[in-house]
């Protein structure tokens, strides 16, 4: 007994082997998709998104997943991979209730049935239909798509039934023998999908990518040579498929994907928050230290790790920059980048001028936190896709929108110095005191002047994209909240309105109206600037907005003295 066990661990130990080994080789074959070349495990984890929700299917890796779907399609149509959230569709489906997640076969039985139904919407105008048909208009396409990508590879599969022989349409074409009449009206059907270009250009003058039926219609039969050992491994599981798999990788590309390659296997990101985490550990360190060598060497060392962090978030923008041939903020994934990065590299010059250990504080907070941040928003699909409507205008983006995002930086920045200057107020020199309020207003005039700047270009912006200076957008209007409150501070603070507390009290509350600006009116869901959107975000936001008010009004209160 003991025996059969052992022998049943080794086949599910070179099973799991085998998964780890598609998974390493084949996410890294070249696809085109939405204009660019991308690794295929990330084609797959966006598509694994789209359908599913998730970008891993239970313990199965995107690439995995992908595979099993165009190779063994018959398995994956009865995993449970379309999720529906609204009860309303699934009520309208005859779906069950009493779960979330759906199988292929599922899916078909139900568009099957409901076919009267489904003609209607799929021709009708979108901006007539509720939310529960667009819904199911969605699902539908999801559904195609699904099937499209099943299909990509079924001229491998030996459907046709010659004697004892099952040959495949790929080894009738490969031996040159005619095709059947009933079989090429089968096969026709297949050959409209073409969701798949995954057969690089044939000629080094061509960019043209193909799909693999594209192909095999053409008879492009060298192309497709590879892709056969890759499916007839698959299917056997043997050694072959990890060198197929690299052979496939193995095609002189640019550059470009080159480095998204790099940027998926170092993941700048994780490192530069842990820089940032360690710079922080290193400044607790020097709080807690007295006036000693070891208390200058953790600022030292804070320092250093900070900056190193800097230097790891830079490259990583600078490297999609490059890739996607554009500037660095073009959705809200980027932009959270930038910003963060805005106040990193702000609070190191701040801490060079200054050396008081703020600027490290504020660094690898805000560094770190707004990382954190772009994490969640970078699992919701493809961040390097290609962009929407007027977005694709380098000029513009390289001015109108880097340029408010500098000021979103160092608006968020002068919020972390009035957060300091109340905690420290009465407990530091008057003088100490006094120059931290200097900072703090020359720090609001510097956010002042590029957000104002930058609202300026984007009315510009909208002028020659959309025919109008100022629409009342929602994303227009949380520019304009963020300039209004900037300069409210402003002139309170020169009239005299604003003194000491009161000054950096309604300061720390920038970061409040920079959220609202930044991600609140994202909520709406209307506007021209669609790629921000954020539907799940709204729980969070006044989640911190609450903390803020709670914290700056804790501060706000006068401190008993110690009897």
């Known amino acids: 007994m003991r025996k059969y066990f052992f022998i049943v661990l080794l086949l599910m130990a070179s099973l799991n082997t085998f998964a780890q080994f598609k998974t390493s080789e084949a996410e890294l074959i070249p696809v085109m998709h939405e204009g660019r070349i991308k690794p295929l495990g990330s084609f797959a984890r966006l598509k694994l998104n789209d359908f599913y929700g998730k970008k891993q299917f239970g313990q199965m890796s995107a690439t995995d997943w992908l595979l099993e779907l165009v190779f063994t399609p018959k398995e994956a149509y009865t995993r449970e991979i379309f999720k529906i959230q609204n009860p309303d569709v699934i009520q309208a489906l005859a779906l069950p209730g009493s ?14 049935k409901n076919q009267e139904m489904m003609n209607p919407l799929l021709s009708a105008n979108e901006a007539e239909l509720d939310l529960t048909s667009r819904q199911i208009r ?5 559904f195609m798509y699904y099937l499209g990508l099943s299909r990509s590879f079924s001229f491998f599969s030996p459907e046709i039934n010659l004697g004892e022989k099952h040959l495949s349409y790929f080894d009738l074409v490969s031996s040159g023998k005619t095709i059947p009449q009933k079989l090429a009206e ?6 409209q999908f073409k969701t798949l270009t995954i057969i690089p250009p044939t000629s080094p003058s061509s960019e043209l990518w193909s799909s693999p039926w594209d192909a095999a ?3 492009n039969l060298p192309s497709l040579q590879n892709w056969h050992k890759l499916y007839v491994s698959y299917q056997t599981k043997n050694d072959s498929f ?16 080159k480095a998204e390659l790099l940027i998926k296997k170092y993941d700048l990101v994780s490192w530069s928050i842990a820089c940032y985490v360690l710079g922080f550990l290193f400044l607790s360190v020097h709080f807690l230290k007295a006036a000693t060598k070891a208390h200058s060497l953790a600022r030292t060392f804070s320092f250093l790790s900070v900056s190193l962090g800097g230097l790891f978030h830079l490259s990583f923008i600078l490297a999609r920059c490059f890739v996607l041939s554009r500037p660095p903020v073009t959705n809200l994934y980027e932009s959270i980048l930038f910003v963060g990065l805005t106040a990193v590299v702000f609070s190191l010059l701040f801490e060079l001028k200054k050396k008081n250990s703020l600027g490290l504080f504020i660094a690898s907070t805000l560094g770190s936190s707004l990382l954190f941040l772009s994490i969640g928003y970078q699992q919701t699909g493809d961040n390097m896709g290609m962009l929407v409507a007027v977005l694709d205008t380098n000029f513009w983006l390289a001015t109108h929108v880097v340029t408010i995002s500098i000021g979103y930086g160092c608006t968020l920045v002068a919020s972390m110095m009035a957060h300091y200057y109340l905690f420290i107020f009465k407990k530091s020199e008057a003088s100490a005191i006094k120059a931290l309020e200097k900072n703090i207003h020359s720090t609001i005039l510097f956010s002042l002047f590029f957000v104002t700047l930058g609202t300026i270009l984007g009315g510009i912006w909208a002028d020659q994209s959309w025919g109008r200076f100022w629409g009342w957008d929602p994303k227009e209007n949380g520019a304009l909240l963020i300039c209004l409150w900037l300069l409210w501070i402003t002139h ?8 000491t ?6 300061t720390g509350l920038s970061s409040v109206v920079v959220a609202m600006a930044w991600f609140g009116v994202n909520l709406l869901n209307v506007g021209l600037h669609s790629y921000g959107f954020s539907s799940d975000a709204a729980r969070s936001l006044f989640i911190f907005s609450g903390i803020e008010f709670l914290i700056l009004f804790a501060l706000l209160l006068p401190k008993k003295s110690p009897t």
């Open 99 to 112: 779960r979330k997640y759906f199988s292929f076969l599922e899916m078909y039985q139900a568009f099957n």
């Open 138 to 142: 969605e699902l539908y396409m999801h």
């Open 186 to 191: 089968y096969l026709e059907e297949d050959a």
């Open 217 to 219: 219609i053409g008879k």
């Open 242 to 257: 990890l060198q197929t798999a690299l052979l496939l990788q193995q095609t002189d590309f640019n550059q470009k994907f």
């Open 492 to 499: 309170g603070k020169l009239a005299g309105k604003f003194k």
């Open 501 to 506: 507390k009161s000054f950096a009290f309604v």
